[in-house]
Each structure stands twice: as C-alpha cells, then as structure tokens.
T-cell receptor, first 113, second 111 residues
C-alpha cells in the first residue's frame, strides 16, 4: 500500500535527551512536512522540505532539527533545547508542493518525562 | 504563525441533522483542503478545492471555495455517529509550499 508511515506510534523519553522521529513515504512525493499538534489545538509547521538535501524552517523550528538525505525519508529530531516537547507530531507530504493535496501519516505521540 | 479562523469551535448535534462549518482568512488562497481527524490519528483528507467558486461533493460532504478566495465552507448532510471527530480546514497561498491550518471544529453527534 502507498502511504506515509511514522514510527513509533508512542515514544517516551527522559527530559534532556534528544529523540528522532521517523517519517517514510512511498508516494514518490517531492515535498515533506513536519507539524506539531497540542491538545485542542490546530497544526503548527515545524519544518518542510521541497526537495532532497533542502529544507526550510516553519513557524516553530526552535529546538528541532531535520534532514532530507533521501526523497522518501524526512526524520525529525527533537533536541533537549525544545522547552516543551511533549506533543503529537504529524508528518505529511505532497507531490509537488504548490497546489497539491497534502497527505498525512498516522502521527507519533511523544511524551517527555 | 498565521492560523485560519475556523467556526464553530465545537458542535453538538442530533443524528440526522445537517452540519455547516467555515474557515476565513485575511489573505487569498489558491487551494483549500478539508480534513477529518479522529483522536490519536493523523488527519484524513475529505475534499480538495482548487478554484474560486468551486463546489465539490464527497458522499454526504460538500465543500465550497469562496468567491473571494478568502473563505471556504464544509457541509455534512444527515449526520451519523461516525461523523464524530475534529474537522480542519487548510489553505495554501500563491507561490508558497506552506499550508495554513484552521483551529478545528469538534463535532459530536448524539444518537
């Protein structure tokens, strides 16, 4: 099946540790995105990538880092500098970026203890 | 970051009733998307709109791209219990890869 996979579904980490969230897509999409969702809130853009080896900061990039070494993969690292990392993280992709439909993965719930 | 104004924030309706929700923006969009999200899951695309004035249906769902390109509407007819969830709108402006999301409408259907 074509789609976007995120792993793991639930992730627990101790405060002060970096953690990397996985996002893989087999849709052959060029653009990929990371969003953060807090309870009762909408989606806020963390980072996005239009093509391989290129990415741009979104609205809330502080404390996060990404890489885009392969077209199908866009991992997100939540660093210890992120002050409030507990949230639901969603990965998405679009075929070409502009004017294209955006599809989402199932999400990863990160809890920092 | 910018967010769209989505209303209402929440709705409690009886099964069988029709539902209407809308999103408004201060800027012009070229694309409007509507999603439904169940708790703990990723948003699922319902309807995509690409042209001002466009009216598109998906089963009991109908969405419209506003003529001014600054708003969009989603209607659900004859609601059923499985319509429960959070509905989000998203818009994309010209010349950008970024999408802006509404704050969501929480729908609860009473049987």
């Amino acid at each position: 099946d074509g789609g976007i996979t995120q792993s793991p579904k639930y992730l627990f980490r101790k405060e002060g540790q970096n953690v990397t969230l996985s996002c893989e897509q087999n849709l052959n999409h060029d653009a990929m995105y990371w969003y953060r969702q807090d309870p009762g809130q909408g989606l806020r853009l963390i980072y996005y990538s239009q093509i391989v080896n290129d990415f741009q900061k979104g609205d809330i990039a502080e404390g996060y880092s990404v890489s885009r070494e392969k077209k199908e993969s866009f991992p997100l690292t939540v660093t210890s500098a992120q002050k409030n990392p507990t949230a639901f993280y969603l990965c998405a992709s679009t075929a070409g970026g502009r004017g294209d439909t955006q599809y989402f993965g199932p999400g990863t719930r990160l809890t920092v203890l | 970051g910018q967010q769209l104004n989505q209303s209402p924030q929440s709705m409690f309706i009886q099964e069988g009733e029709d539902v209407s929700m809308n999103c408004t923006s201060s800027s012009i969009f070229n694309t409007w998307l509507w999603y439904k999200q169940d708790p703990g899951e990723g948003p699922v695309l319902l309807i995509a709109l690409y042209k001002a004035g466009e009216l598109t249906s998906n089963g009991r769902l109908t969405a419209q791209f506003g003529i001014t390109r600054k708003d969009s509407f989603l209607n659900i007819s004859a609601s059923i219990p499985s319509d429960v969830g959070i509905y989000f709108c998203a818009g994309q402006g010209q010349g950008t890869y970024k999408y802006i999301f509404g704050t969501g409408t929480r729908l609860k259907v009473l049987a």
